[in-house]
């Protein structure tokens, strides 16, 4: 009895998920998904182990298994993060006022966040494993996987607020739409745009003025 906080009947040496703590925590996590992300870009989750993680962040295996069970949770923190940032992106990018051309200032917003992120881009959509599934296991699937239709909602949302279709069709032209984005966005960074003699922002443009 003599160990136990009176106040809260916890062991006094127990390690408490202080502020402090967690800021910590954060910073490490951090910098393991900064590190992590240059390594899978170059060899692939399937090539990448967590000491090549570890080397690349200055640190130990033991240190990134104290915040990840595995590799797999690394690449999957930073697709969430990624999606989660996006998001953001897009809610920003939302008119205040009038809503004339939410649909249009969503779809910029996603073309200008990867533009900006290109490695972001090529790990979400596995690039660097030849576009195939990776092993990121049923339950971690199928969270990025809602997290990304919720970057479809928020098109929907704004196709419905712009008045540009009724509810029932909004979810299959956002997908139309956002797949769109993400095609002109491949085409770019194969460098085919190039070949072709095409810029991003202008075919997307065009599309918007399709609308």
Do not use: W
């Amino acid at each position: 009895m003599g160990n136990a906080d009176v106040t809260s009947g916890t062991p006094r040496n127990a390690p408490r998920n202080t502020p402090r703590k967690a800021a910590v925590d954060a910073f490490k996590r951090q910098l393991i998904r900064d590190a992590a992300r240059e390594v899978f870009l170059r060899r692939g989750l399937a090539e990448t182990t967590l000491r090549e993680i570890a080397k690349a962040a200055g640190s130990t295996t033991g240190a990134i298994y104290a915040q990840y069970a595995s590799k797999e949770e690394v690449y999957g923190d930073i697709l969430r993060q990624s999606l989660a940032e996006l998001r953001e992106t897009m809610q920003r990018a939302r008119p205040a006022a009038a809503k004339t051309d939410s649909t249009a200032r969503m779809l910029r917003a996603i073309l200008h966040y990867y533009e900006e992120r290109t490695a972001e881009f090529e790990l979400g959509f596995y690039l660097k494993s030849g576009a195939a599934r990776v092993g990121l296991g049923r339950d971690l699937d199928r969270e990025l996987n809602a997290a990304l239709k919720a970057v479809f909602d928020l098109v929907a949302q704004a196709l419905i607020d712009d008045r540009r279709c009724a509810q029932k069709l909004a979810e299959r032209r956002s997908v139309l739409l956002v797949t769109t984005v993400f095609g002109i966005l491949l085409m770019d960074k194969t460098g085919r745009l190039a070949t072709l003699r095409q810029e991003a922002r202008i075919l997307l443009e065009d599309q918007i003025s399709a609308l």
